[in-house]
């Protein structure tokens, strides 16, 4: 019985002396009021980065070319490319080695394939996830040129696969060596996604390429009649910079230190480390849908709200 009763007494100790809210994890914990930093000034746009990049000023800026690479986006955690390919033109395969290359067709089509996975033609509209360690090939099969937005890790150089020949980069060597783990698809990820379809069948915001450190999730929103008050800033995040691809409808993005951004079908906005930013459908034009990109979604990310304002966007 003394041996019982000690051990419900340890029980009831260890419970009594641990917090409420380390019980429960990511947004559902009790609403607190705390101090959070800020830059000051506040943090800037460094090239490429800028609040928005309009695909029609990218488009106009390659006119007359069938292939080229443009950078829109270099943060941390991504490195996001808008890229051209020629009818018949081939990337070389490669992977990377801890993290998820992903990505959206914004016109024409592209045959893409993934390690262990069957090829697949994307076509406007097609999104795609490669997982780590499993190399990838595109290779433009239309008479168009295919247009696309693609996300590597920021910072990293691609492996190849022993039958490729590793493109040269500066300050850098290839050699020979052995690997024995591989990449593998598990929910919500996998390889491709055909948003046109999924859109036309009433598909809801979810997450797409999604692990411990890859975070870019399809949010969907209805109509709205007015945007919120100029007041209301949505919220933001420590040391991180968040960042969307406009993939149907307008998109109204309000970023401290910035005007108000519209963006359209295809545009990159971005919003830098600890600046407040809120993202809406443009008035009365129906639904609209984003491609949001933040890194470390998987283990938690603090979203920083107006104390005056509810919790949200």
Known sequence: MRVVASGLMALGLALTATPVFAQAAGE???????????????SPYTKPNKPIWHIADILKAHAGKQSWDQAVLLTRDYDGHYISMA?????????????????????????????????FTATKGYMF????????????????PVVFYRSTPAGQVPS????????????????????TSTGGYEEPNQPFLDFN??????????????????????????NVAVLPPST??????????????????QLDVLITGEPLVTGEVGDVIQATNERWHRATCHPNIGSCTRLAMTPRNREGQVHYFQTDQPPGN
Not at 89 to 95: A, L, N, S, W
Not at 162 to 179: D, F, L, R, S
Not at 236 to 241: A, K
């Open 197 to 222: 379809a999924y859109a036309a069948g009433g598909g809801k915001s979810r997450d797409f390429a999604f692990d411990g450190h890859t975070a870019a999730h399809v949010i969907r929103s209805g």
């Open 28 to 42: 559902k914990g009790p609403v607190r009021i705390v101090w959070a930093a800020h830059k000051t000034p506040e």
């Open 87 to 119: 009818p018949g033109e081939k990337t070389k395969c490669m992977f990377y080695a801890d993290d998820r290359v992903f990505g959206w067709v914004y016109s024409g089509q592209a045959k893409i394939t993934i390690d262990g996975q069957q090829p």
């Open 129 to 144: 996830d490669v997982a780590p360690r499993l190399s990838y090939c595109m290779e433009n099969t239309g008479t168009e």
């Open 160 to 179: 190849y696969p022993e039958n490729e020949t590793p493109a040269p980069i500066k300050g850098w060597v290839y050699a020979k060596a052995k690997i």
């Open 232 to 249: 209301s800033w949505g919220h933001f995040h420590e040391n991180m910079v968040e960042a969307w691809v406009v993939l149907e409808g």
